[in-house]
């Protein structure tokens, strides 16, 4: 796929998104989400959970599909998935919850944060306070906000809001621009992904050259194609506290085991 090709399908998901956030506040007004989360019960801490001393941790992801490679798993038992997870020793999980391009959805988070009593993130593509406190709402301990779609002024928006929502925001970025903006705008944790979106190519390069540059009490997390053991003792090196492994864990015929494998 051609690298305009790609670009193209980021701006469709995030058209598809805000046409689908238009016709949920005809549904459900906001005043009404924002209630939702206000009393949505306690989860975990995504923050403390992964800043824990010790080994790397590992975010193990529930996904079902992609644009890239289509779809993942024909028959996904998303319970059986997180619970297989945490008995592997995940640390926490993220659930892709975009609908149109990726199958996902955000009934998704609640039904693995119950089954495995981990610290759930949501990775979606989010740029209003509506879909932060829809977040809540649905059972997260943390949200996905990913800088490249996002201008500074609606990073640092949406990272605040997170916090009154009692979220957690893993700020995604790309290259040494988009760090600069996640720092400024205040990210605590920050995630650098290794998979471009806009042209879809991975190198955990990016991790280990980005990962030198941020400061000491920001949390590191490297995003996309890690493969083996060796792959997180090179990003643990690197300064990484935590890893998010996806493909390889949902791809293989047992999660877990492919979980321990990597461990």
């Given at each position: 796929?051609?690298?305009?090709?790609?670009?193209?399908?980021?701006?469709?998901?995030?058209?598809?998104?805000?046409?689908?956030?238009?016709?949920?506040?005809?549904?459900?007004?906001?005043?009404?989400?924002?209630?939702?989360?206000?009393?949505?019960?306690?989860?975990?801490?995504?923050?403390?959970?992964?800043?824990?001393?010790?080994?790397?941790?590992?975010?193990?992801?529930?996904?079902?599909?992609?644009?890239?490679?289509?779809?993942?798993?024909?028959?996904?038992?998303?319970?059986q998935v997180?619970?297989?997870?945490?008995?592997a020793g995940?640390?926490?999980?993220?659930?892709?919850?975009?609908?149109?391009?990726?199958?996902?959805?955000?009934?998704?988070?609640?039904?693995?944060?119950?089954?495995?009593?981990?610290?759930?993130?949501?990775?979606?593509?989010?740029?209003?306070?509506?879909?932060?406190?829809?977040?809540?709402?649905?059972?997260?301990?943390a949200v996905?906000?990913?800088?490249?779609?996002?201008?500074?002024?609606?990073?640092?928006?949406?990272?605040?809001?997170?916090?009154?929502?009692?979220?957690?925001?893993?700020?995604?970025?790309?290259?040494?621009?988009?760090?600069?903006?996640?720092?400024?705008?205040?990210?605590?944790?920050?995630?650098?992904?290794?998979?471009?979106?806009?042209?879809?190519?991975?190198?955990?390069?990016?991790?280990?050259?980005?990962?030198?540059?941020?400061?000491?009490?920001?949390?590191?997390?490297?995003?996309?194609?890690?493969?083996?053991?060796?792959?997180?003792?090179?990003?643990?090196?690197?300064?990484?506290?935590?890893?998010?492994?996806?493909?390889?864990?949902?791809?293989?015929?047992?999660?877990?085991?492919?979980?321990?494998?990597?461990?």
């Open positions: 796929m051609k690298t305009l090709e790609r670009t193209h399908i980021l701006s469709r998901i995030v058209e598809a998104k805000r046409k689908r956030l238009e016709e949920l506040r005809m549904r459900v007004p906001e005043v009404i989400v924002k209630k939702m989360a206000s009393v949505a019960p306690g989860r975990p801490s995504f923050l403390e959970t992964l800043a824990r001393p010790g080994r790397t941790r590992i975010i193990a992801e529930v996904k079902k599909a992609s644009p890239s490679a289509g779809t993942l798993i024909d028959q996904l038992d998303v319970a997180a619970t297989a997870y945490r008995d995940a640390a926490a999980v993220s659930v892709v919850t975009e609908e149109d391009f990726f199958q996902g959805s955000l009934g998704w988070v609640r039904i693995a944060a119950d089954a495995s009593g981990l610290p759930v993130l949501r990775k979606d593509f989010l740029f209003d306070p509506y879909q932060v406190a829809e977040t809540r709402a649905g059972g997260a301990s996905l906000l990913i800088a490249a779609i996002l201008g500074a002024d609606e990073l640092a928006m949406l990272i605040r809001a997170t916090g009154d929502f009692g979220l957690d925001a893993l700020v995604e970025v790309h290259d040494e621009a988009e760090l600069d903006e996640a720092l400024e705008a205040g990210a605590v944790i920050v995630g650098v992904n290794n998979r471009d979106l806009r042209t879809f190519e991975v190198d955990l390069e990016t991790s280990i050259r980005l990962g030198q540059q941020i400061p000491a009490g920001v949390l590191f997390v490297a995003e996309s194609g890690i493969r083996n053991p060796e792959d997180i003792r090179r990003l643990a090196g690197a300064g990484a506290s935590a890893v998010l492994v996806g493909e390889r864990l949902i791809t293989s015929q047992d999660p877990g085991r492919a979980l321990e494998e990597l461990a």
